[in-house]
Nanobody, 124 residues
Framework: VQLQASGGGLVQAGGSLRLSCAASGRTFSNYFMGWFRQAPGKEREFVAAINWSGSGTYYADSVKGRFTISRDNAKSKVHLQMNSLKPEDTAVYYC??????????????????WGQGTLVTVSS
């Protein structure tokens, strides 16, 4: 499956952004989807994940209550709505796909397919 992330940009602290990831090439509903991010000089970290139907969502503690992951299987897209953004949310955000995560999909090693990343910059 090919993944294309979009929606990044520059936003002030407290603002909102909505990231999207468009999938192609395979049956999208067969894939468990995740969002990860990587800040300069830091390792890639888990942000959120969503199961095949969208009935189950999982979040890192750092974004819980501020970010919402969702998917539209008819359009082969997954979204990440980011509210109340903080400067520490600044990173390149990646979408990723796997058929079968080991648990809630919080490890990058569980994912086989990755998008190219979209940069989110939050100014203070």
């Amino acid at each position: 499956v090919q993944l294309q992330a979009s929606g990044g940009g520059l936003v002030q602290a407290g603002g909102s952004l909505r990231l999207s990831c468009a999938a192609s090439g395979r049956t999208f509903s067969n894939y468990f989807m995740g969002w990860f991010r990587q800040a300069p000089g830091k390792e890639r970290e888990f942000v959120a994940a969503i199961n095949w139907s969208g009935s189950g969502t999982y979040y890192a503690d750092s974004v819980k209550g501020r970010f919402t992951i969702s998917r539209d299987n008819a359009k082969s897209k997954v979204h990440l709505q980011m509210n109340s953004l903080k400067p520490e949310d600044t990173a390149v955000y990646y979408c990723a796909a796997t058929r079968y995560p080991r648990d809630v999909g919080s490890s990058s090693q569980e994912y086989n397919y990755w998008g190219q990343g979209t940069l989110v910059t939050v100014s203070s």
